[in-house]
């Protein structure tokens, strides 16, 4: 796994910039397509745009914004697409989607002006669309960029429903622009994130997330300065920290890893865990029957369990998982099989 200091292109300001101009520039963007609705942040009730029938994804949009205020809603949804389009160029960076399959990376090698941009939809176009039920992106069926991401959120939602499923019921009637137009998210991503810095280096993911939702962070802690509560709410926001790559090596390693070779003190992976530490020596009598307890219950990899009751984005886990695999094919498990036997048995969070 590649971290910040394995000789990334990118540095972490490089990725903390592109991570707050995305912000501004998506929540802008998705709070322009609730205004569409007659939903904005000065229209204190959301019950006076209520003259016509609306589609399901309107009424989610609106009864939220009403329980718990557009500036949160507004937020959660700019994340969410946030979460999603680093999440598809993660997955194209590194082939997991099907061969040919291309979203982002030939935008730094095309003609950006001559991709199709979608126009604005006025007021009235939406309100006709949203009587009668139709999809308010049909008027712009010509950007490929946004069907194309579409689709594969589509695609994906069966997978990794938590991440490109549509679980708040209007997140794709708020989807921002993804038009490869000047000053677009999708342009930024294409000419301020190297290709190679994605490669096998899911911390990175890890990053851009917390920099994203540093602005929010901050806020939380400018209220404490106050002496403003911290709602539930707010919880997140405020303990949310990114791991560093060499403390979750140090913290599975010194733990999966001793665990393993308490019971294995002859296996040479220790040879490439670099923050593995030897414990100290124990009274030959405890050693033994540490020997006995752990060895009655370690009797194949398949009998580990770990757990992080706090997991966010699984950092740890992740870690976790390239142990294990080293630590089954030291036993002679075969390698298709072990991936599926360390989900099955092995991590809980």
Known sequence: MTGFDGGMALGKNDLRNFALRARKNLIEQVAKRAA??????????????????????????RRDVEERGFERVMEEVTCIWFIRLVCLWYMEANGYLPPGEVIFVPSKRIEWDIQTQDGDVDAAAAGEQEHTGSSLYNSGAGDI??????AW?????????????????????????????????????????EREDFLNNVQITGWLYQYFISPRKDGVYEGLRRNNKITREDIPAATQ??????????MVENSLGRLWLDTHPDSSLRQGWHYYIEEAGQPAGVRDRL?????EKLQSPESIRIMDPAMGSGNI?????????????????????????????????
């Open 145 to 150: 960029y946004k069907q194309n991401i579409l």
């Open 241 to 250: 920290l990114f791991t560093p790559e060499w403390v979750v090596k140090y």
């Open 291 to 295: 020997k006995t307890v752990t060895g």
């Open 317 to 349: 886990l992740v870690y976790a998982f390239d142990l294990l695999y080293e630590i089954y094919l030291s036993q002679g498990y075969k390698e298709d099989g072990i991936p599926a036997l360390i989900i099955k048995n092995n991590l809980y969070g």
């Open 153 to 193: 959120c589509e695609g994906l939602s069966e997978i990794i429903p938590f991440v490109f499923a549509d679980n708040l019921g209007y997140e794709r009637l708020l989807m921002p622009d993804m038009s490869p137009g000047e000053g677009s998210v999708v342009r930024d991503m294409a000419e301020s994130l």
């Open 36 to 61: 569409l609705f007659g939903i904005t942040k000065d229209t204190a009730d959301t019950k006076a745009t209520r003259t016509v029938p609306v589609s399901f994804a309107v009424a989610a949009l």
